[in-house]
């Protein structure tokens, strides 16, 4: 594959991730996109639930939020097409691997096509990056930025991956002061709690477990703990509410926007999350993180921050990459107890307050 020209384009569309942990950790790559070209207007083309991700992406100019109602389906397809046909965009960099995303911007005309020739669509791409075995035992960030690398565009990234950088929109900072001074918490010392996650109950340490956790954390002079998910969490959200009985709990499920949340784990000193989208968004922001993983893969997918702490009981079994652990017990998290998880966060509130590296 030939190298392409940094200087050429003037307008690059960008097709993000679909979900928010990946999202974050495709930054890096927009940064280094960003600072190769910087005559270039980049815009992200994303899904509506991460373009708050891409809105605090520096490098970023614009976010199309695709609408699930028009471009859904093989015609919502061909009608995004010929909307971006329409913006003159003269490169397309494709950070999603699915064959419809090169699909829809070679149908859009855009002349330069890059990304990995994954999903069979290397046919479709301009500048198809062949990816290899080792390509897929990186960090995320590493593997974003390795695909830019082999294209000219950045410099060859460490396996273990970067730090993205987030930029917290003003509004959303504004609406999380404004809700703390609302909930008397201006100036609390605040923990931030996370026992959800999207792609299944193997990611799942138990909610009684993080309300064990957070019991002992709040009795070592937190002043409030802070409830985490999404709509669909809420059920967990409110068993770790039910064991924190006599606390201050605001449990926050499914009741703000992704840039709102984000707003608020910024203001955290304490984030214990499992594996997820705020895990990434929280490590980011440098907020002190404590991560518990189970089936996932902290190789390729740890958060990347200055202050973290993972939780992880190395088992011949974990990483397994389910949903649903296979074994029906959740072996990987019988070891990591509420006790092993306090000296997880004491451990990492200790670093952090004396200013050390994580």
Known sequence: MRPLDPGQPRSILVRGTNWVGDAVMTLP???ALGAACPQARITVLAKPWVAAVYQAAPAVAEVLAMDPTRHGGLAGLWRLAGELRG???????????????????ALAGIPVRLGYDSDARGLLLSHAVPRTAADRRVHETAYYL?????????????????????RLN????AWAEEFLVKKGL????????APGAAFGPAKCWPAERFAATARVLLGEGFDAALLFGGPGEAATTALVADGLAGARVIDL??????????ALLARLELFITNDSGLMHAAAALGTPTLAVFGSTNPVTTAPRGSWVELARA???CSPCLKPVCPRGDLACFAPITPEVAVQAARDLLARRVAGGTA
């Open 186 to 193: 201006a100036g609390a010392r605040l923990m931030g709690l």
């Open 29 to 31: 790559a927009l940064a």
């Open 314 to 316: 190395p088992l011949e």
């Open 87 to 105: 913006r003159g965009f003269d490169w397309a960099v494709l950070m999603q691997n699915a064959f419809g995303a090169a699909l829809t911007v």
């Open 146 to 166: 390795r695909m830019l690398h082999r294209a000219g565009l950045a410099a060859a990234p460490p396996d273990q991956g970067v730090i993205p950088e987030l």
């Open 170 to 173: 003003p509004g959303d900072r």
């Open 253 to 262: 499920a499914g009741a703000t926007s992704l840039g709102q949340a984000m």
